[in-house]
């Protein structure tokens, strides 16, 4: 069983699409996660969320909305793609806020084209 | 601003050497040193992690060295494996006086290791 799942693993779309990508996790945690990895493989962390509620969101563009509906599932919805956005997208979660030993699920790469 | 810097970008050795990748730190706010090694087409996985109170960590074939005053860590893989090709992270969690940012991790580059057989 995998602990963390996101769905889907690959996503091509045209620019000014809107798309989602889901996570669930069967782990039990409190937080999660999402992060972007770039071309250049450099991780960065995007949002945190613990127990539905929102902790860290960064610098991100509000294209870019996380939805909790309970605190085993983070999905990430994304409005009027964009050539840059193309990346893959990694869901974590980790028993506790402070307790940050991340669980990374598969991935999604995004292409934007 | 790149908060926590790693080096080297890529590593290449052979079959029973000892890569060891460094990183180093700025922030005094945190508490907690992981790394994580990814395979190709997956995620990162956590590998060894150590606290600022402890000099040495060590995990089977794998090594953190910390310094505080330094604000530095690095990772030595004992008599590597070529399974062990893999691009390694290490990273830095923001402690719960990082108000807002508490619990966030901060990656470093990583580093592309390669061990030839």
């Known amino acids: 069983d995998t602990a963390v799942s996101q769905t889907p693993k690959y996503l091509v779309t045209q620019m000014g699409n809107d798309k989602s990508i889901k996570c669930e996790q069967n782990?039990?945690?409190?937080?999660m996660y999402w992060y972007k990895q770039d071309s250049k493989k450099f991780l960065k962390i995007m949002f945190s969320y613990n127990n539905k509620e929102l902790i860290i969101n960064e610098t991100v563009p509000n294209r870019f909305s996380p939805k909790s509906p309970d605190k085993a599932h983070l999905n990430l919805h994304i409005n009027s793609l964009e050539l840059g956005d193309s990346a893959v997208y990694f869901c974590?979660?980790?028993?506790?806020?402070?307790?940050?030993?991340?669980?990374f699920g598969q991935g999604t790469r995004l292409t934007v084209v | 601003q790149q908060q926590v810097k790693q080096s080297p970008q890529s590593l290449i050795v052979q079959k029973g050497g000892i890569p060891i990748i460094n990183c180093a730190y700025e922030n005094t706010a945190f508490d907690y040193f992981p790394w994580y090694q990814q395979f190709p087409g997956k995620g990162p996985a956590l590998l060894i992690a150590i606290r600022p109170d402890v000099s040495e960590k060590k995990e089977g074939r794998f090594t953190i060295s910390f310094n505080k005053s330094a604000k530095q860590f690095s990772l030595h893989i004992m008599d590597s494996q070529p399974g062990d090709s893999a691009t390694y992270f290490c990273?830095?969690?923001?402690?719960?006086?990082?108000?807002?940012?508490?619990?966030?991790?901060?990656f470093g580059q990583g580093t592309i290791l390669t061990v030839h057989p």
């Open positions: 990273a830095a969690r923001t402690s719960m006086f990082g108000g807002t940012s508490y619990g966030k991790l901060t």
């Open positions: 782990l039990g945690h409190d937080t």
């Open positions: 974590a979660s980790s028993p506790t806020l402070g307790n940050t030993e991340a669980f």
